[in-house]
């Protein structure tokens, strides 16, 4: 070999000899220090929104004097709105994060991809086939446990198959998932109509709750599990930021790429169940999350992007509750609204990548 | 060492690739040749355990790849794939960084940020750490790429074509720090070579394919002669006695 031999076996043929000067070389999700201020800012101001918020839908109008008996009654009662929407911000942004990580597509979403229409599937479908008796399985609380259970395996089946790779393509991945979410949502209609009378009012009463009636006898078992699922998916987050590089890099780099994927399935499952059944769907809440947390986090740290997105899923969740429901009196536009941005916004990133 | 046995892989119904058996020596340049659709990138992505085969077994360093956890591979064998694409926002040191996983799991050590500085410098990529890849050429993102497989400090090295996108000044130096790589580190580096030539100045061992087979094997001096080149390559080649051995002239 022409080449001369150093005498320490390092790598480093063009190191520049450390000036005093230097600060040390360091790997961190923020390139600049200012990149870190503006996540913290950033969140400052999502946290002043929020309690902001809180506090509006809380006491906002509040016919009674503050501080009365009276007061607080109504306060308890509209807790259980903001309790229901910390679940469904909490359920939405981090099944979506994780499941665009997963797939390595900032495009597609549970959501998207019909996962909620699943989840209605069951449900109606339990009604239809077993009738009366179905009712009673819709109901109870053992019955809402058991058919999340159920949801959670069909979930998992169905999308593990198709995002095997099978059809590699995403542009068909896609097709696919939204004809599924359609025709999935035009079997549970069709069944619906097939109900008696009876069975149809509790199948709507357990489907089609909205913020502000959503079941709160679900809660209790709602928000444990899915800050287990959530827990589950944070205590991961370091293997998300691998998984995020995609199948051969993940794979290089030691990931079991198959069963990861399948885990984060399973748990964005879960998430999705949960939110599904407080109120039912909400096509792009979590895509509108997912993307504004991408953009203002500005970084490849799940630990750092699954709180952003938590944060402004409440936000955009009370903020349009608030202004909505106290400001105008017409809460039952609060998922129009935000399906309508989402919406918007889907569209707006689709034509301006100008590919998927 | 590498050894494949009855490696085979099946693309559709009429894609074939093997069956090939063969022993690659651990230590040194093994580069694959061969014309476009030979099976180069098939076989490297299946030693890489990327791409499972349908038949056949390969072991690295006597793990069986398709047995072996992938995390305790990942802490042997690095892989770098032809093309790559990643969602996510990186600068050049967090993807190097990020070749450090097996080792660390996510949690940077200081050895593990010397490494980094270390893998970063051999690349000369130093002053463009910080740099996000998509502000980078397409030769410097490549080389940054490298930079991520050699930081992941494995005894074998897997590359597809990364000379793709350089110019010729960077060709030549990645070429050189693989060398001292193999040679200063005991590196065992395979790696997908276009240019015959620099296959022959660099490598100590050349194998190629030909339609899914190994057709030829061999030290450079042996591979480097008309009829062999003429047949791998499907096209008249001349081979001159350059100043630093061999050439083949193919223009
Ligand atoms: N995913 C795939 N699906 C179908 N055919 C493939 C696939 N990958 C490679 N092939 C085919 O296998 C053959 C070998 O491909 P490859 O290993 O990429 O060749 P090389 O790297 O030598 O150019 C080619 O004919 C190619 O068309
Ligand atoms: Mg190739």
Known sequence: MAETRTAAPGLSTTTRPPTPGDAPRRTGPFVRGRDRVRYAVVMVLLTVLAVGFTAGILAYDNPMPVGSDGFW?????????????????????????????????????????????????????????????????????????LQAALMVVVATMLYGWLLSGRFGNIHVMLLVGVILGGGLGSLSTFMQRLLTPSEFDILTARLFGNIGNADAAYLPYAVPIALLAGGALWWRARRLDVLALGRD?????????QREVIVVLVLVSVLMAMTTSLVGPMTFLGFLVAMLAYQLADTYDHRLLLPMAFLLGYVVLSGAYFVLRHVFYAQGLVTVIIELVGGLTFLVVILRKGRL | ?????????????????????????????????????????????????LLRPDQGSITVGGHDVSATPSLTIATILSILRQ??????????????????????????????????????????????????????????????????????????????????????????QMMRQLRRAADELGRTIVIVLHDINFAARYADLIIAMNEGRITEMGPPAQILTEDILSRVFHTPVRVIEGPDGPLAVYY
């Not at chain 2, 892989?9 to 690659?24: A, D």
């Not at chain 2, 340049?29 to 659709?37: D, F, H, Q, V």
């Not at chain 2, 070749?99 to 270390?118: A, M």
Request: glycine residues 8%; aromatic residues 8%; contains cysteine.
């Open chain 2, 83 to 172: 093309e790559n694409h990643f969602i996510t926002r990186l600068t050049v040191r967090q993807l190097v960084g990020f070749g450090r996983f097996p080792h660390s799991r996510g949690r940077l050590t200081p050895e593990c940020e010397r490494h980094i500085s270390e893998a970063i410098d051999f690349l000369d990529l130093t002053a463009l750490e910080h740099r996000y890849l998509d502000e980078l050429s397409g030769g410097q993102r490549q080389r940054a790429y490298v930079a991520m497989v050699l930081a992941q400090d494995t005894d074998y090295v897997l590359l597809d074509e990364p000379l793709n996108n350089l110019d010729m000044q960077h060709s030549v």
């Open chain 1, 73 to 145: 009654r109504i306060a308890e009662l509209r807790a259980t709105s903001v309790a229901v929407i910390l679940v469904v911000a909490f359920c939405h942004a981090f099944a979506t994060v994780s499941f665009q990580t997963a797939t390595s597509n900032r495009i597609i979403t549970p959501s998207i991809m019909g996962f909620e229409a699943l989840y209605v599937v069951v449900q109606t479908g339990a009604v239809f086939v077993f009738g009366a008796s179905g009712v009673a399985m819709v109901t109870g609380t053992t019955q809402f446990l």
């Open chain 1, 249 to 257: 890099a993940a794979t290089n780099l030691g990931l079991h790429h």
């Open chain 2, 1 to 49: 060492m590498i050894e494949l046995v009855d490696v085979t892989k099946t693309y559709g119904t009429e894609t074939t690739i093997g069956p090939v058996t063969t022993q690659i020596p651990a230590g040194g340049i093994t580069a694959l040749i061969g014309p476009n659709g030979a099976g180069k990138s098939t076989v490297l992505t299946m030693i890489g355990r």
